[in-house]
């Protein structure tokens, strides 16, 4: 009860922008009743600071230990959207898919250039 | 800075390319002008990109003529000429810059490399003391991120850690030349993720050179010498930062050469991150095929 109020708490410090205190706030939490929550406001902090990577890891762990929380598992479907390009185009306002899924360069004009065409 | 924040010319209109050289040979001129002729060899596309960030962001006044190409006369050109300091501004952080790349060269390379900085860093030496005389806060931020820069590839850091140096100085930069508190925040944010893409695309740029020399590179140590599998990893780090970074750019007060920033952001990164990443390593990966 005291950490969901913690919890709470944290989140009300990242809305108001307060980024140094609530990740104090979350790294010197012992032993987190709810990791699933912790993961995700780790998550939220991470993006907030920048650090992409950090705020990647902790969205998926967040995802995969509460499946069934829809919060969680948006922000990692968007986290993933935004690292597979899927974002980008829509910012774009281009009219191709996230994977125009055809091997080779040339497709990627209908994408501007960004999604992933190894050969 | 390391020259990766160009227009994608295909999409860009005539007119507005043609807006754009103006500001480059601009900040050409005004260097030419504040450091002498050998300092336009410090030129950068990414400082032609910062200095029309400033004159848009602060609604400065500016007019383009005709003239001539500082380094070939018998070039005519046109030149844009700002009524503030965004070419002033943009010139020092070239020129402070390049000290702070030639001082990384003596310290990294190997004996041709690290004698031709020597040799440089003495030639420009009188152009860098100007500029830290003019702008020093853009020398101590500088030299605190190199500093910085250093202590993560010390520690073998990872992608957030190592890219928060360059990310930070950047981001400074762009507060400074924000047009007031309003906007601070957001040109900031800006500014942060732009050179976190800045170090990123540099990073994924070198990622197959220094594996093979056993270079430190934030990309290498996730798929241990799988350079498939690292590149489309370089690609999509590369891409949520652009997602962010366009995010916030897209809050942006702009006053003038939008379609130019627009160019830039939206069509000229991704270009360049696919030069990069994909078509490095389809040509790289063709090459060893062809000689299989």
């Not at chain 1, 125009?100 to 960004?114: F, M, P, S, T, V």
């Not at chain 2, 790349?101 to 420009?124: C, E, M, Y």
Request: hydrophobic share 35%; with cysteine.
């Amino acid at each position: 009860m005291e950490q969901d109020n913690s919890f709470d708490e944290i989140q009300k410090l990242i809305e108001k922008g307060s980024y140094d205190e609530a990740e104090k706030m979350l790294t010197e939490m012992q032993m987190p009743s709810d990791m699933a929550r912790w993961n995700y406001l780790m998550a939220v902090l991470s993006m907030y600071k920048g650090w992409l990577e950090n705020c990647s890891d902790y969205a998926k762990t967040a995802a995969e230990l509460d499946p069934q929380n829809k919060e969680y598992t948006e922000y990692y479907e968007k986290v993933k959207a935004a690292r597979s390009a899927e974002e980008l185009q829509r910012s774009y306002g281009s009219s191709g898919s996230g994977d125009c899924g055809i091997d080779g360069g040339d497709c990627c004009q209908c994408c501007l250039h960004i999604c992933e065409s190894f050969t | 800075m390391f020259g990766y924040l160009r227009p994608f010319k295909d999409e860009l209109k005539v007119k507005d390319y043609q807006l754009y050289k103006s500001v480059y040979c601009g900040l050409c001129k005004s260097m030419k002008k504040e450091y002498g002729l050998l300092s336009t060899l410090m030129l950068s596309y990414d400082c032609t990109v910062l200095a029309m960030l400033c004159l848009s962001v602060n609604d400065e006044k500016y007019c383009v003529r005709k003239g001539r190409c500082t380094v070939n006369p018998l070039k005519k050109c046109s030149i844009c000429k700002g009524e503030g300091w965004a070419f002033s501004f943009a010139g020092a952080v070239s020129v402070i810059m390049t000290r702070y790349k030639l001082n990384d060269t003596i310290l990294d390379s190997g004996f041709l490399k690290k004698l031709a900085a020597f040799f440089l860093r003495l030639v420009f030496h009188g152009n860098y003391k100007r500029a830290l005389k003019a702008y020093p806060e853009i020398d101590s931020l500088t030299a605190a991120m190199m500093e910085s820069q250093a202590e993560a590839e010390r520690n073998n850091a990872g992608i957030d850690r190592s890219a928060d140096p360059t990310a930070t100085l950047i981001k400074k930069l762009c507060g400074m030349i924000s047009p007031g508190e309003a906007m601070r925040h957001q040109m900031e944010v800006f500014g942060y993720f732009v050179g976190r893409w800045i170090y990123l695309i540099d990073a994924a740029d070198d990622v197959q050179k220094d594996m093979k020399h056993h270079n430190f590179n934030p990309f290498a140590a996730k798929y241990q010498g799988d350079i498939k599998a690292t590149m489309g990893y370089c690609n999509e780090v590369l891409n949520m930062t652009a997602s962010q970074m366009i995010l916030s750019y897209e809050l942006l007060e702009l006053h003038s050469f939008k379609a130019i920033l627009d160019n830039i952001v939206y069509d000229g990164l991704s270009y360049q991150q696919k030069k990069y990443t994909i078509d490095k390593y389809n040509e790289k990966n063709s090459d060893n095929k062809r000689g299989n």
